[in-house]
């Protein structure tokens, strides 16, 4: 029983240091604990800058991210398709506006947009040559839905789209069941997929939307950035909802004051978004926050250019998003974790072409014919109605790098113009700058921008890009570096009176001439003569074979003021006036060689008729050679090139007949008609 005592001593002693190493073992695991809580807060800062272009300095000043920027939810799924919604009326920033969201997304994409005939034919174009991954897109029409606000009293045309924003439970499939709405002048800033994290709170509160405050009247919501459940809306007879206010209201109407009322008497429909998510020139100081981490920003007329820091880095930002090489987004961005749920659009950039053998050289010529170019029609203008039967529009092509050629253009011809133009992004942006900077806002003036990939210039394309954006019955079928003479354009309405009516296979050829370098434009035809006897101008394209322009007969042409007819002769390829239902351009042909008479050639298959009027021209503009013209003087090439030609000539015996392109050696015939 002594033994007893020392037993116990001794499980005491067990006991007290097993105790001992369990508080130790905690403490170190508490420690471990708050040294990781320690380092994610660090991670939570975000840097106060006063300019967003100033260095990071070791003394920066940090702040705890604000916790209602993000909700703080975890269960959306990464790979979850965010659904974005555009009215859109006018295509003028909605390029930008894309631009913005996809340089800094990490979801799929679909955009839903509701669109007039017009801007559905310039987005549906650009759409599809853009060629996005991870990008779902669907078109909704005007016409289709107007009549479910068409009858609000004293509605103007030009409020409806603004309220097509109200429709949208109405007119997005049933499946769509929530939508982020933005407008179109609005830059996103960071990723979208943050904003519809808010979507999850809209459904855990019993919302119907979700808005940012306006920076007007008190009560006053700002609907250029809108978060809608869509489901919910439905649920709650939305279009009552909003019908009922718009009845029993004197208010506006338009979907900032209608919504606004609605908030007014229902408050539990709506959260509101924090300001970072709808930022403008307005209400930025109102803010609160540090203008480099706004999320969302309306840049519109209302924010002028200059001023303080807020309008030169929204300004700059502008204008790198304009200049940002779109091609860039055809590379998959890695979503989802898994590279490999779509496809790469791999592009061929524009490199020096080696010397190649035949077979290769061949094989690159076929690859280049059958690229995708991104294609924004009415980059500039829109679409000219005619006011007369016998207008012609000028359809012409040129790259970017030659806007002085293009202003000589359009001071030579006062008519409606359809031009395609071939660059890059950051050169469309000169284009805008220049056509400010010059004064340039004709409103029969379309430009068509085609952006620049791949090795070879895509001339046929670009002619058929601006030839199916006619809408006058006649065309004008010229080249960019062509002046044509003074006065063409009323010239034409009297020559396309007497001379095409009744006759639909007829092509008028303008009489083709080249100025020497520094040569003054001649004001009419005997000008023209004069500089014809001093060497200054001489026939165009004295160099190539005679059968291009010779067929036009210019030793008749100088003597006559009567129309007169030619025959046609292989290669002939003058510049003509055409009705715009025209056979269009074979995109086969790439780069230089064959790529215009190839139209004028199948115009003979189809048994037309030349007509060379006798008091108008126009004049070559001396520039350098192009890249083209150089690879065009290669073996190889040519070689290509004129395959891809007798294919084409045997394609036309076939479809026309074995007698469709024969040579007649009949002399010019005059038409007895004063124009």
Partial sequence: MKSLPRLLVFYSIVVIVFLIIIATNVEVEVTRLRRQDSQDNSKNKIILRSDPNTPQQSSEQTLPVVVANVPAVNHTNKCEIVHLAFVVENTTSIVSLMKSILINRHSPLHIHFIVNSFSHSVLEKLLDTWSLPYVEYSFYFFEDVKGNISWIPKIEFSEMSGLMKLLLPSILPLRVDRVIVLDSDVLVTSDIQKLWYFSWELQKNNKLLAITKGSGLQGYFDTGVLLFDLQAMRGMNWNYLWQNVVIKSHIPYTSESIISTMIAQYPDIHYTLPCVWNVNYRNRQVCGYNFTDYHIIQWNSQAPYGGDDYIHYFHKLEIFLKQYEGNLFRDVPKLCDNTNEAKSHKQHRSVPLPRRSRREMCRILKTESQQIFRTNLYYHGGKYKPTDEYETTLVTQLSLDRLDKFHLLINHWDGPISITMYGTDAQAW??????????????????????????????????????????????????????????????LKKANEVLMTGSEKRALVIPAFNGEEGFTYPKDKADLQEMLQEGSVRMFCVWCAHQTHGPTNYSVWEKTSFPYRVEWAFHYEPYVVVRSDIVRYDERFVGYGWNKVSQLTEMKAQGYEFVVLPDVFIIH??????????????????????????????ELLQKYGVDCLKEYKNPPTIINIKI
């Fill in 430 to 491: 000169n284009l805008t700058q220049f056509l400010s900077e010059n004064g340039i806002n004709r409103m029969n003036m379309a430009i068509h921008i085609v952006y620049k990939q791949g090795k070879f210039y895509p001339v046929n394309y670009l002619r058929n890009i601006a030839l199916n954006a006619v809408s006058t019955p006649y065309v004008f079928l010229n080249d960019g570096d062509f002046l044509p003479s003074f006065g063409l354009f009323s010239y």
């Fill in 621 to 650: 503009s001396p520039h350098r050679r192009s890249a083209d013209r150089e690879i065009w003087k290669r073996k190889n090439f040519k070689f290509c090139i004129n395959t891809i030609w007798k294919k084409f000539i045997q």
